[in-house]
Every structure is written in C-alpha cells, then in structure tokens.
C-alpha cells in the first residue's frame, strides 16, 4: 500500500493557542491521531506539515516525521488545505517519493480511529472514486433554516413550511476529521471534494471539530463518553 498520511499542525492558533499540541486527557491531542494512524498499519509514511519547531518536535516524539517546515506562504490564513496537501505532494516529489493515495487526517481530531480510517480506504479502493469525506447528518432539516431579515425571522424555503420532516431529504456537513484522496486525481483538480467524492457516515458523537474553547469542552464530553 503505497499510502501518504499528513497531519496539517500550524503552530498558530487564535481562539485556542497551540492547539495543535494542546494537552487533552494527559497528553498533546496530536498524539492521539498520530496513535490512530500508526494502529491503522496502512502508511508507508507519517508527515506532519507545520510550519513550527515545537509542533515538530511534538511530533517526532509520538512517531511522525517533519523532514521539512512548511513555507510562509503556505502558513498564513490565506492558505487552503489542499494548498497545504499539494506542497507535501511537490515536495516529497523532489526527494524521489510518490504515493498513489494521501490521507489528510487534522490534528485535532482525538476521536479518530484505525477502523474508520480503514473504512474510508476501503471505499476508496473499492469503488474507484477520487476521494471520501466522513460526514455527519444535520440533526434538523436544513430546509426548514431560519434566517433575519431586518431584524425579523423568515424562512429560507418557504416552500416547505408545510412539508413533512420525514419527506425532506437528508443532508450532511463535513465531520471535520479525515480526507482519502487519489494523488493523481486530487493533483489534476486541486480540491478535496473531487469530481468523484464518496463518504462514510458517521454519528454526531463520533467527531468533533474544533474551532473554538467551546469546541474543545464539547470534544471531552465525546471523547469521555466513548470511554
């Protein structure tokens, strides 16, 4: 299995500082993820991208490799995600390494497992699609969002005032945990949500993003509950 993982670590952090390598539950939450990744058994190498030495060397310590710093260019706000995957990609290029498919799994992502990982391989492979995204299902119906107009509620379908919860159709939001991509494909149209995206589903307790301080209380709930 000719598989890349890369752990997108900046060491910035606005709402919640070094959050990356913060401790939660007696260890920095990227270990936790470096753990799930090593357990999987399905990667040739382990890279965090980051742009900071303390990030780095946190995670040398748990079992991944920084063999180099990420550019300023590619450390600000400015920068996506798959521009952040794709200098990975160009770089390890330059060392004489390819990989037929990455794996970006983020940091913060302590509620990960081996088996899902596994899973979102699987799919990948099995059915020859370009990338799987975890998703999770919106607890209430989108189609029923409220929003303000001067300072008023008003339905944004009004067409479905009527429509029963149970004949509107599901929708989902990305888990925020991992992305399988075929470097090939994901090389030729520089996006995470190819052409040809296929999805696990996961359950609302089963991830986490984490954003801000709230975020982080709401993980150890999680995190605790499946213990």
């Not at 060392?95 to 899973?119: R, S, W």
């Not at 492979?125 to 509620?153: C, G, W």
């Not at 009004?158 to 090389?187: A, C, P, V």
Request: charged share 30%; proline share 4%; net charge negative.
């Amino acid at each position: 299995m000719n598989n890349l993982v890369i752990i997108p670590a900046r060491g910035g952090s606005k709402r919640i500082p070094y959050k990356n390598i913060k401790y939660f539950n007696g260890k920095p939450i990227l270990a936790y993820v470096i753990n799930a990744v090593i357990v999987s058994d399905l990667f040739e190498e382990i890279i965090v991208s980051t742009d900071d030495v303390l990030v780095a060397e946190v995670a040398k310590e748990f079992g991944a490799n920084v063999p180099f710093l990420r550019s300023n260019i590619n450390s600000d706000d400015h920068a996506t995600l798959s521009d952040v995957l794709i200098e990975v990609i160009q770089q390890y290029k330059e060392l004489g390494k390819t990989f037929d498919n990455i794996c970006c799994i983020l940091p913060t992502a302590a509620l990960v497992t081996a088996e899902k990982i596994q899973e979102g391989f699987d799919l990948l492979k099995k059915n020859k699609i370009y990338s799987v995204v975890p998703v999770i299902k919106f607890a209430s119906p989108i189609q029923r969002a409220l929003k303000v107009e001067k300072d008023l509620l008003v339905l944004r379908e009004t067409k479905h005032i009527m429509t029963r919860s149970q004949d509107l159709e599901d929708h989902y939001h990305d888990s925020g945990q991992f992305y399988w991509l075929n470097t090939e494909e994901f090389l030729k149209e520089k996006k995470i949500f190819t052409s040809k995206t296929g999805y696990i589903e996961l359950k609302e307790n089963e991830a986490q993003d984490v954003d801000t301080p709230e975020d982080w209380k709401m993980l150890e709930i999680k995190f605790n509950l499946k213990k």
